[in-house]
């Protein structure tokens, strides 16, 4: 309770950086805010204008003002941080592994990205909903589907992806049977017909072919090149894309304070996978299984579908810095339920001795 209520006061103190930083600079927060007030019902759709309603029904009905928007934004992105914790700490399997989770839950720029009028902080509650959903996908499923529907409000495509993820999770189970794994392609099915190119429509897609995906591809690796944080996608392999995305900026390549504390947060995950990698290689065997699988295909079919569209279409660091916290929380809980404790680390290092 004590750490929440400081959760609560870190979280609402960025949101306070945030402010003032587009009062001052400018932002699509500030954009949605000036949009919802001149806001028509006949523009109501998934993403943007689906924010700019939100916006505008807390303008219009509840007489907000910006920063009071900004504070209910706010409450929503912790709220997904909250779920984002439990979830870390009821994997973790000794105390060390408890200050780490601790340090993730305050990643800067977590808090800073999902404390703002816009939709990290809606995707970010989503993504917290789904992961504390998926450690018990039977007994949640009504909250898993509500995070779903969330997202495919907010970014279409990311929902479209969870949704995908959810069926996998269930069609591996070895517990359901036959019959309703049946059930499960049938239903769907029925759901992503509809849903796909819906989908490639909002983002573009005009040829709804593999070649017109591809091209589509080539064609958003030259978006946002030009601004700060812009890097050449097209000219990496798929290794180096997946790294630039999560691991970059690094602290070499820093060259302002908004870019440092991006890349401590960047270290943090790197030495996070890294202390994973050798966790998995060297005491993979005396490792309890404290995820169920259906939980782990779940997580993995999302984040690692969510990783390979993004990092092949983001070429702008700065992007990357905030919508990976869309699928970085599955990974974290991952490779955090992959550490050892302390006493299998024990027993491991005796039995090497003898």
Same mark, same amino acid.
């Given at each position: 309770m004590i750490f929440s209520l400081f959760m609560y006061i870190w979280h609402t103190f960025f949101c306070g950086v945030y402010i003032w930083y587009v009062i001052n600079n400018g932002g699509d927060s500030l954009a949605y805010y000036h949009n919802s007030l001149v806001f028509s019902l006949e523009n109501l759709r998934p993403g943007t204008q689906f924010v700019n309603f939100i916006v505008f029904l807390m303008v219009k009905t509840l007489d907000l003002s910006m920063s009071a928007c900004f504070l209910v934004f706010n409450f929503l992105g912790l709220l997904g941080l909250l779920l984002f914790f439990s979830?870390?700490?009821? $994997?973790?399997?000794?105390?060390?592994?408890?200050?780490?989770?601790?340090?993730i839950a305050l990643l800067p720029s977590i808090s800073f990205w999902t404390s703002a009028i816009g939709k990290d902080a809606l995707a970010f509650l989503s993504t917290g909903m789904a992961l504390w959903a998926s450690l018990y996908l039977q007994a949640r499923i009504k909250l898993m589907f509500i995070a779903i529907v969330l997202m495919?409000?907010?970014?279409?495509?990311?929902?479209?992806?969870?949704?995908?993820?959810?069926?996998?999770?269930?069609?591996?189970?070895?517990?359901?049977?036959?019959?309703?794994?049946?059930?499960?392609v049938v239903f769907s099915l029925f759901v992503i017909t509809p849903l796909v190119p819906a989908v490639l429509s909002y983002a573009g897609v005009q040829e709804r072919s593999v070649a017109g995906i591809l091209s589509y591809i080539e064609e958003r690796q030259q978006f946002n090149m030009d601004g700060g944080g812009g890097m050449d996608i097209a000219q990496m392999s798929l290794p180096e894309k997946l790294f630039a995305y999560v691991y970059r900026p690094t602290v070499f390549?820093?060259?302002?304070?908004?870019?440092?504390?991006?890349?401590?947060?960047?270290?943090?995950?790197?030495?996070?996978?890294?202390?994973?990698?050798?966790?998995?290689?060297?005491?993979?065997?005396?490792?309890?299984?404290?995820?169920?699988?259906?939980?782990?295909?779940?997580?993995?079919?999302?984040? $690692?579908?969510c990783l390979l569209v993004l990092?092949?279409?983001?070429?702008?660091?700065?992007?990357?810095?905030?919508?990976?916290?869309?699928?970085?929380?599955?990974?974290?809980?991952?490779?955090?339920?992959?550490?050892?404790?302390?006493?299998r680390a024990l027993q491991n290092n005796i039995q090497s001795v003898y």
């Open positions: 979830v870390m700490t009821s $994997v973790a399997g000794n105390k060390s592994t408890i200050f780490l989770v601790y340090i495919l409000l907010i970014r279409p495509h990311i929902g479209l992806i969870m949704f995908v993820a959810l069926a996998c999770a269930f069609f591996f189970d070895s517990k359901v049977s036959n019959r309703k794994r049946l059930v499960l390549e820093s060259r302002t304070l908004y870019e440092f504390a991006a890349a401590l947060d960047n270290l943090v995950l790197l030495l996070l996978t890294l202390l994973a990698g050798f966790s998995y290689v060297f005491y993979s065997s005396n490792k309890t299984k404290v995820l169920k699988s259906g939980s782990v295909v779940f997580m993995m079919t999302f984040a $690692v579908v990092a092949t279409t983001t070429s702008n660091l700065g992007i990357s810095i905030r919508q990976k916290w869309m699928f970085m929380p599955m990974i974290i809980v991952l490779l955090i339920s992959v550490l050892p404790s302390r006493k």
